[in-house]
């Protein structure tokens, strides 16, 4: 079946310094979403990518689907300690319009 | 505006036991709706999801069940809790016309015992 794969599982950055998160599908995707999770909360839809090589910002989220949508990115600039969250990606497969397949997420950290 | 609900918020069960978590939209008609587990620091497991009244399906075998008797109510159950089934259960609607993501309900913490 269809997989997600997310990496780095964990990350942990000082105050202002950037981090990333790369999902990877193994089938070409119809449109991939980002959720953030913080700690004992529930995701909250952040985005959703339909293009082919589309990049959208959100202040200092930068998201990007590749070109042959089987992979996505999400960049923080100068992280915040309100950054702090599991950062998923989630993949739509053409056909399968009802579900989606999570990654497993990424758990970043901030130091102050 | 469209508003999810889910309770209970946290719940501790014997093994053994009977299961019933229910999930209600509001603001909005026909929503696909899903139920997903979370185990402790993982990713979200699709569980159920239903395009219609009546309509379910199940992703994962296992002692769950599923249903929605009304447009915007879903409802989890099981006959006998198993240890294993220990997890953060969330709900999830999306629009028809898959133009957002997913909404959350804000989850129920089970833990079998």
């Known amino acids: 079946g269809q997989q997600v794969m997310q990496i780095p599982q964990y990350q942990h950055v000082q105050e202002g310094e950037d981090f990333t998160t790369y999902c990877n599908s193994s089938?070409?995707?119809?449109?991939i979403q980002w959720y953030k999770q913080r700690p004992g909360g529930h995701p909250v839809f952040l985005i959703q990518?339909?293009?082919?090589?589309e990049v959208k910002k959100q202040k200092r989220l930068t998201f990007q689907f590749g070109e042959a949508k089987k992979n996505s990115s999400l960049h923080i600039t100068a992280t915040q300690t309100t950054d702090v969250g599991t950062y998923f990606c989630?993949?739509?497969?053409?056909?399968?319009?009802?579900?989606?397949?999570f990654g497993k997420g990424t758990l970043l950290t901030v130091n102050p | 505006s469209q508003t999810i609900h889910q309770w209970p918020a946290t719940l501790v069960q014997p093994v053994g036991s009977p299961l019933s978590l229910e999930c209600t939209v509001e603001?909005?008609?026909?929503?696909?709706l899903y139920w997903y587990r979370q185990a402790a620091g993982r990713g979200l497991q699709l569980l159920f999801y239903?395009?219609?009244?009546?309509?379910i399906s199940s992703e994962v075998p296992q002692n769950l069940s599923a249903s929605r008797p009304q447009d915007r109510q879903f409802i989890l159950s099981s006959k006998k809790l198993l240890l294993s089934d220990s997890g953060f259960y969330l709900c999830?609607?999306?629009?028809?016309?898959?133009?957002?993501?997913?909404?959350f309900g804000s989850g129920t913490r089970l833990t079998v015992v």
């Open positions: 603001g909005t008609s026909n929503p696909n």
């Open positions: 999830a609607w999306r629009a028809i016309d898959r133009a957002y993501g997913y909404t």
């Open positions: 989630a993949g739509q497969v053409g056909g399968s319009n009802y579900k989606l397949t």
């Open positions: 990518l339909v293009k082919s090589g």
């Open positions: 239903s395009v219609g009244i009546g309509q």
């Open positions: 089938t070409t995707l119809s449109n």
